[in-house]
């Protein structure tokens, strides 16, 4: 009880001694903060349909104010530039905070560093806040083989092989031995390839190889792993593959360097080539071409002069081989020593004699590439009728002729012998040289191959008929588009003027067959009036008031007559005049048309009057 007794005073001097609140103040402005969590994260890029968590970086953003959380719902936008948010599959996201926080999911499929940027406006704030953070997307970096099967593969290839491991991201590589094998598909654990083909390091042995996996060849981002000799090639001999022989003739006498192209063969352990059945001498062998000289055709009997023969490959190594039938010509050779003449017309039809040696007929025959008809051939002399060009841009075109053996496809090229002259086409004259839209004329010249275009000016012709290369007849007028050329007069009243006179365009034909053109100077388009016009009157009225009285006087226009428009006013014209008697105070308007030979102006005006008696 005393220590309330002794309290009681002390409490009353206090508060006796307390001083007045204060007036209430303005309230401050709210401060709003944004923060991000985590500002930075680091996370592996995704290559497959599949997200993972450690392909994720999950932000969330707080809201505050006034430093306590801002509980009241506001939209957060999220912004990024190369990455993707989850919840949109795309670089921006429209979120709604919830107590105060709002969440995002962004991935990245291309390995680099990302920014996000997130942005708000609280209802009772007038300015947008924001915030970034910086995400990095990197390649898992353990990469790594942990098994092959199966670990052994027929040296042929083409079969099956899995491979184990992990940080096997597309795109990727796998090598077995030195050779790429044939992707077929993969997970970030496994890679299925088929084994490539294998070439043995001597005939009969079996390679053991490394195998190694490359993801992102050939990029700044490369990365490999190797599993050193965990794969074994099984020897199987390969049976030799001919794709191709080049050249695929030659003389009988032999010698003809040949190039044999395809695969496997086993040049270390013996290569044999035959011609038929006359082996040929290897010059160079590798894996995939031999390079023979051919044996004279007699050695291979007398029936193979000038005849096709077959020619096989056999590997010593394993005893396969292969033919290719038919793959080489006996024969002289096929030259051309002269084409005569040298040149001819674009449209074609020229005869032309073709001079040389080893012509084996039928043959074809090319132009400047432009087939021509054979009218007679010989082992030594063939006479063609050149085929027509249909070159668009009317410049001579020069050429190789080239006469290709119809039953062995071998061809011999005279280079640069023939020339096709493009056929200039010329403008000598028109009948009538005037007229006007819809008459019809006709052009003269020559080298008019058609179809054309025809152009009076700018505008094209309406039709026309084609009679042979040196006439175009019922060529239609176009409508004249443009103004006609005019001349000083002076019209029916004495009044200076202008009158339309024969306006002079430019005529030109364009075969769009040759690409060949001309201009002619000049078609005259006749204007369907041709009467002295003076210029368009101006209009305009003066007034002159005097009681209820008004004159209204209409400018003087030079031939002009006047037709004054008044309706019910008691008015007189006369000529260019209008007198007009009121009857009381008003504002009165009339109007006049004024026409001479060029034309109508009109005009109106107002008179106030304002002493009526």
């Known amino acids: ?83 993707s948010f989850v919840e949109t599959m795309t670089n921006s996201y429209l979120a709604t905070s919830a107590q105060g926080k709002a969440t995002a999911t962004l991935y990245a499929t291309v390995q680099g560093v990302y920014k996000v940027s997130v942005f708000v406006k609280p209802d009772d704030s007038n300015k947008t806040i924001s915030a970034t953070g910086e995400y990095t997307f990197m390649v898992d970096p353990d990469l790594k083989i942990t098994g092959v099967t199966p670990n052994t593969s027929s040296s042929l290839g083409g079969e099956q092989i899995t491979i184990t491991g992990n940080g096997f991201v597309f795109p990727l590589e796998v090598y077995i031995g030195e050779n790429k094998a044939t992707y077929i598909s993969n997970t970030y654990n496994e890679i299925l390839v088929q084994s490539p083909k294998h070439t043995a390091s001597c005939c009969g042995c079996n390679d053991i ?63 044999l080539v035959y011609f038929n059945t006359a082996p040929a001498r290897v010059v160079e062998c590798y894996i995939n071409k031999i390079v023979v000289q051919a044996p004279p055709a007699y050695d291979a009997g007398v029936q193979n002069c000038s005849q096709e ?5 056999l590997n010593v190594c394993g005893g396969l081989d292969a033919t290719i039938t038919g793959a080489f010509k006996y024969g002289p050779d096929m030259k051309i020593y002269a084409v005569e003449p040298g040149v001819g017309l674009a449209g074609g039809g020229d005869t032309v004699t073709i001079y040389g040696q080893g012509f084996s007929c039928p043959v074809a ?9 054979v009218i007679s051939c010989s082992n030594n002399q063939i006479v063609v009728r050149t085929g027509g060009i249909l070159e668009a841009n009317c410049t001579n075109k020069s050429g190789s002729v080239v006469v290709t053996d119809l039953d062995c496809g071998i061809s ?18 028109i009948s009538p040289t005037s007229g006007d839209y819809g008459d019809a004329i006709t052009i003269y010249g020559y080298g008019f191959y058609p179809p054309f275009r025809i152009l009076f000016g700018e505008a094209n012709s309406l039709g026309y008929t084609y009679v042979d290369d040196t006439q175009i007849t019922n060529v239609l007028v176009p409508p004249f588009s443009g103004n ?18 024969n306006t002079p365009v430019d005529l030109s034909v ?79 308007t009339v109007s006049v048309d004024i026409t001479n030979t060029g034309g109508t102006a009109s005009c109106s005006q107002a008179a106030t009057v304002t002493t009526c008696p």
């Open 309 to 313: 023969v077959s020619i096989r490959v």
């Open 209 to 271: 190889v490394d195998v190694k996996v490359v993801i992102n060849p050939k990029e700044a981002t490369e990365k490999s792993y190797t599993l050193n000799k965990s794969f074994t090639y099984i020897f199987e001999p390969a049976k030799p593959i001919i794709t191709g022989v080049d050249p695929n003739h030659g003389t009988n006498d032999g010698g003809t360097l040949v190039t044999i192209y395809g695969g496997d063969f086993y040049c270390s352990e013996g290569i």
């Open 412 to 429: 011999a090229t005279c280079n640069n012998c023939w020339t096709y002259l493009a056929p200039k086409l010329e403008i000598s004259g």
């Open 365 to 373: 025959v090319t132009f400047a590439g432009v087939g021509a008809d």
């Open 484 to 501: 006609y050329d005019t001349q000083n007069c002076t019209d029916a009243f004495g009044c200076n003027g202008t009158r339309n006179i």
């Open 510 to 588: 364009k075969s769009l067959n040759t690409g060949c053109e001309n201009t002619f100077k000049s078609f005259y388009y006749e204007p369907p009036d041709t009467t002295c016009r003076a210029p368009l009157p101006t209009c305009s009225i003066t007034t002159s008031v005097n009681n209820c009285n008004v004159t209204y006087t209409a400018n003087n226009v030079c031939g002009g007559s006047y037709t004054w428009n008044f309706g019910a006013y008691p008015c007189v014209p006369t000529g260019n005049i209008l007198t007009c008697t009121f009857a009381s105070t008003g504002t009165y």
């Open 1 to 83: 009880m005393k220590k309330i007794i002794i309290l009681l005073p002390l409490l009353f001097f206090l508060y006796s001694c307390t001083e007045k609140p204060e007036e209430p103040k303005e309230p401050a402005s709210p401060s709003y903060t944004i923060t991000l969590s985590p500002s930075t994260a680091t996370a592996y890029i995704n290559v497959d349909d599949v997200l993972t968590a450690s392909e994720v970086v999950a932000i969330t953003v707080t809201i505050k104010k006034n430093n306590m959380v801002y509980t009241t719902p506001v939209q957060v936008t999220f912004q990024t530039q190369g990455a």
